[in-house]
């Protein structure tokens, strides 16, 4: 993280405003911030460090922050700009103060307020905004919490020495910020959760083992006596041994016993077997004589019953014989009494169709007068006969069929009528259409005009369509580019981005690789004195005497690796050209569509929208356009329209009056139809009421013919009937029609007695059988008893295959428990050895497994603060004569902590190391100045650790003498040749004359000033 920017507003001891510009400091390198006590110089430090974590790094509260001397009106403020990864960044913050209202008097309390911005180009973009989002964003981006910071950025007046002095846990938390190396705690957090779950899974297995164990004596109690379930019991009780030769022989002998069982209980089952079929053979015995005696009671019940219905199947038999003598005469009965009903039936007939005709001959029109004879002798029953019905039948048809003829006459006058009134209104509809023709001609001009109009506007949007669709396209591709350039700038940023991280690389990879080329060439001597032989001559002086040859300082560096330094930092120099080219074509691609795009480039919406209605625009005109050539069409087809309808108004004028002149020759046509009608048919000028009348005097006059015919036939039938009767009763030997009638019976009847006379008979053959087969009688057996007897064997079998199925299943399961019990103690061993060994792990990684109860976190920390203390060492060494020296302890931790995390101090005069609370405050300065030195070396290093390329050191010089305080500046400026910008707080004069650019912080009673001055011209 490298400063750029500060600027700060009423904050401190700063009344007004003030901006520091570190860009024209980082050419030195080196620059010192000096100025009055009380001036402010601590409160800059203070500044940027309220900028990034929202409190400042020295002990002053945030209620302390507003400068005294500014008024209420102005703002306190404080926005820091700085690079990080070769990315911009820019946060500010308003602390907590009172100012004046925005409207009114008075004064308010102002809220803290933060924001965090990234820069792209001239813009600077939102990161984050609000104080808990801005602090959580650069937490995020320096990888240092405010402690940390103050601890190897900015080393506070007061607190420089915090970092030599700190605990182990503090120095932990800071070095695991430092590298990153918390992700060797999560290891050690997942190997100790792995352990923790093969534990509990060997605690299962156990587990499992146990309830196979109660399983066994469990499913063992349900098939033992009760003295062995006990013993099995204590056995239980008295605990077990999990791995094969503990419990596995008691499974197997369990087992062996339940199989004893089983061979016990199934010879109990056959035992029961063979007592219950015994019992169910003499049941069976039992049974069968039971059923002999039931039988014979029966049948000689039977028999006493057949014998007192013996009279009553006697009288059945004889009523049976003579239904069957008058069987004969049934049909000849039947026939006499229906003739004897059709003749009832015949006569009623005929008095109704007399009384139907004399209905229909009452006033009978003038036409029909002569049919009144002919019909009055059909009126009377006693009148009727067969000739005189067929006379008057034809009387009647000859009437009809004049009548007829009068009916079509008076039809076809009804026709001419209807012709009459047709040619009437075929007339009227043609005047109406007349008039209808006649103003067709009118509305078809008005169209014509219409479509004239319509035509002069289709062409005058042809005209206009041409200029419109350039517009059109010029406006969808300006569109088209603003919407374009929204992607091309997000990725012409991440571009950007991309390049800055490129160049980044680029340097630190030349910058790696001339470091190592210069150590190279200051390891050159030692590398040629290493060749040297005492009386050889030497290749660079000639000289065959060595008295004082160069020592060793090449450090291991060798030409295979200068070589891949060069080769990566030529590939790193070729990654940021491709960038640089990709970002090259992003600016011309975007240059290119903002040209295109113009005025739209800053609003892609406003160009869609004007571009759509152009283009609606440029649709009507040309849908207008298209319907010229129609509307040409449209005008031609109604001027023939017109043509059209002036003549054929013509012609339908024409039409009328000769529909006039046929509707009057219709009308003279039906006059002359009618008076000839009138004279043939007197008094009725309709002949359809005397063609119905005539018709009902047709129907009834044939009705009576038709039953005068049938009352002939049906009397011939009757007496036939009556003399076949007479003689079949003297053969059937009945004295009458009324006798034999009463002896008939029904087809039911007569199956019904001859079943009752058949069933009586064979009923009585088959009991005296069945007493004849029975043979001698016998005693009746106590069947309950037996029966008693087969339910409890049944039972004792049951209870018996019970008691075998219960024992086998129980010595199935023990076996497979047993089984599944050997099973599993094999499998629990290489489960415990993989438990032994994950804990071993996990206990050497947590700590817990060595003596100096170090964690692999605290491990691989230690390693960095061994490298940290080598390299603070250097520093020491140069900055105190090469009397002191850092050096990293792994000594136990009083109070049995953690070790592996101290800093001891070697003195070379006296030989004795020291802890670095004993040093003097000189000393603790310079102690102090090299460790946060060798931080910043170290990391550096190493990949994936926080990059610090800044340090700020707050006072602690003027507690050096001039010699020592001679030697921390040569490695300040040793520093400042490794690309670091280190700034120095002090007031100590000689440092002025070192340091030839700083920043000047000057003191007025009307509060402070700061400005960027080389020191030189001071």
């Not at 050191?953 to 921390?968: I, P, R, S, Y």
């Not at 040793?974 to 700083?998: F, K, N």
Request: proline share 3%; hydrophobic share 45%; glycine share 8%.
């Amino acid at each position: 993280m490298r400063p750029r920017r500060l600027e700060i507003a009423a904050f401190g001891p700063y009344a007004g405003g003030v901006m520091l510009d570190f860009d024209t400091l980082a050419e030195e390198g080196l620059f010192l911030i000096h100025g009055p006590t009380g001036g402010g110089k601590t409160s800059l430090l203070d500044a940027m460090t309220y900028a990034l974590y929202g409190r400042p790094a020295s002990d002053r509260g945030i209620d302390r922050l507003r400068s005294d001397h500014a008024g209420p009106q102005i703002e306190s403020r404080v926005a820091f700009e700085f690079c990080l990864r070769g990315q911009d960044y820019r946060v500010t913050r308003v602390p907590q103060h009172e100012r004046a209202k925005r409207s009114g008097t008075g004064t308010t309390q102002q809220k803290p307020k933060a924001t965090l911005a990234r820069r792209q180009d001239a813009t600077w973009i939102p990161v984050a905004e609000g104080v808990e989002d801005v602090g959580r964003s650069v937490l995020d981006l320096i990888g240092l919490n405010r402690q940390q910071f103050a601890q190897v950025v900015v080393l506070p007046q007061g607190q420089f020495a915090d970092a030599l002095r700190a605990d182990p846990s503090d120095r932990r938390r800071l070095l695991s910020t430092l590298f990153r190396t918390k992700r060797f705690d999560r290891y050690t957090q997942q190997l100790l959760e792995r352990a923790r779950q093969a534990d509990a899974a060997v605690a299962a297995r156990r587990a499992d083992l146990d309830g196979l164990w109660r399983q066994a004596i469990a499913r063992w109690a349900d098939i033992a006596a009760d003295g062995e379930a006990e013993a099995a019991q204590a056995a239980s009780d008295a605990g077990t041994v999990h791995l094969s030769g503990g419990i596995q022989p008691r499974f197997d002998r369990l087992a062996l016993a339940a199989a004893e069982l089983v061979e016990e209980a199934g010879t109990h089952a056959l035992g029961a077997e063979a007592s219950a079929r015994d019992a169910d053979a003499q049941l069976t015995e039992a049974t069968l004589r039971a059923d002999r005696c039931r039988r014979r009671s029966q049948a000689e019940t039977t028999l006493r019953r057949l014998d007192a219905e013996a009279d009553e199947v006697a009288t059945a038999r004889q009523q049976l014989s003579t239904a069957e003598r008058a069987a004969p005469c049934a049909p000849l009965l039947e026939a006499v009494a229906a003739a004897g009903a059709d003749l009832v039936d015949l006569d009623r007939r005929c008095d109704i169709a007399a009384a139907r005709l004399g209905s229909a001959a009452a006033d009978l029109p003038v036409v029909l007068n002569d049919l009144c004879d002919s019909l009055a002798a059909l009126t009377r029953p006693e009148g009727i006969s067969v000739d005189g019905a067929g006379a008057a039948r034809d009387a009647v048809r000859d009437a009809a069929t004049h009548i007829e003829a009068l009916l079509r006459r008076h039809e076809a006058l009804q026709q001419a009528r209807t012709a009459a009134v047709a040619a009437a209104r075929d007339a009227d509809d043609l005047q109406a259409r007349c008039e209808e023709l006649d103003a067709a001609p009118l509305r078809l001009e008005g169209g014509l005009a219409g479509a004239v109009s319509d035509h002069d506007a289709a062409r005058r949007a042809t005209d206009r369509s041409t200029a419109r669709g350039a517009q059109v396209q010029q406006l969808q591709a300006a569109a088209a580019a603003a919407a374009e350039l929204v992607g091309l700038r997000r990725r012409h940023a991440a571009a950007l981005e991309e390049l800055s991280d490129a160049q980044a690389e680029a340097t630190d990879a030349n910058e790696r690789h001339l470091e190592l080329l210069q150590r190279r060439i200051d390891g050159m001597a030692g590398e040629l004195a290493a060749a040297l032989v005492d009386g050889v001559a030497c290749s660079v002086c000639g000289s065959t005497t060595h008295p004082a040859p160069a020592g060793d300082r090449i450090g291991g560096i060798d030409d295979y690796q200068i070589h891949v330094a060069a080769a990566l930092a030529s590939r790193s120099r070729q990654a940021a050209n491709r960038v640089a080219e990709v970002v090259a074509a992003s600016d011309r691609a975007l240059a290119a569509r903002t040209a295109v795009a113009g005025a739209a480039a800053d609003d892609p919406a406003a160009a869609r929208r004007q571009a759509a209605t152009a283009a609606a625009d440029l649709e009507a005109d040309r849908d207008l356009a298209s319907r010229a050539a129609g509307l040409s069409d449209r005008i031609e087809d109604l001027d023939q329209q017109l043509q059209q309808a002036r003549s054929e108004a013509s012609d339908a004028r024409t039409g009328s009056a000769a529909a006039r002149g046929r509707q009057h020759a219709a009308e003279a046509a039906v006059a002359a139809q009618a008076e000839a009608l009138r004279r043939d048919l007197p008094g009725d000028p309709d002949p359809r009421g005397a063609a119905e009348q005539v018709a009902q005097l047709l129907s009834a006059v044939e009705a009576i013919t038709a039953l005068a015919v049938k009352h002939s036939a049906a009397k011939a039938d009757a007496s036939s009937c009556a003399r076949r009767l007479a003689g079949l009763l003297v053969e059937r030997s009945f004295d009458d029609a009324d006798q034999a009638r009463a002896a008939l019976l029904g087809d039911d009847a007569v199956d019904h007695l001859r079943s009752q006379v058949a069933a009586h008979g064979e009923d009585r053959r088959a009991a005296r059988q069945q007493l004849v087969d029975l043979g001698p009688a016998e005693d009746p057996p106590d069947l309950e008893t037996l029966r008693a007897v087969c339910r409890e064997l049944d039972d004792a079998v049951g209870a018996a295959h019970r008691r075998h199925g219960a024992v086998s299943g129980a010595a199935e399961e023990l076996s497979r428990l047993a089984a599944q019990h050997a099973d599993a103690s094999q499998r629990l061993r290489p489960a415990l050895e993989e438990s032994d060994r994950l804990r071993h792990l996990a206990d050497v990684c947590n700590g817990t497994g060595n003596p100096l109860r170090m964690s692999l976190e605290r491990y691989v920390l230690a390693s960095y603060l061994e490298e940290i203390t080598e390299a603070a060492s250097v520093r020491l060494l140069a900055m105190t004569g090469g009397r002191y020296a850092l050096r990293h302890s792994d000594a136990r931790v009083k109070g049995g902590g953690a070790s592996g995390l101290g800093i001891i101090v070697s003195d070379a005069y006296t030989g004795t190391e020291r802890d670095p609370s004993t040093l003097s405050g000189g000393e603790t300065f310079q102690a102090s100045l090299a460790l946060a030195l060798g931080v910043a070396d170290v990391v550096g290093r190493h990949a994936g650790g926080v990059h610090l390329d800044t340090l700020f050191v707050d006072e602690g010089f003027g507690a050096l003498d001039a010699e020592a305080l001679e030697q921390a500046l040569a490695e300040l400026d040793r520093l400042r040749e490794g690309g670091r910008l280190v700034g120095i707080i002090s007031h100590v004069g000689a440092l002025r004359e070192r340091i030839t650019a700083g920043i000047e912080v000057v003191k007025t009673a009307n509060g402070s000033d700061a400005r960027v001055i080389a020191l030189a011209a001071v």
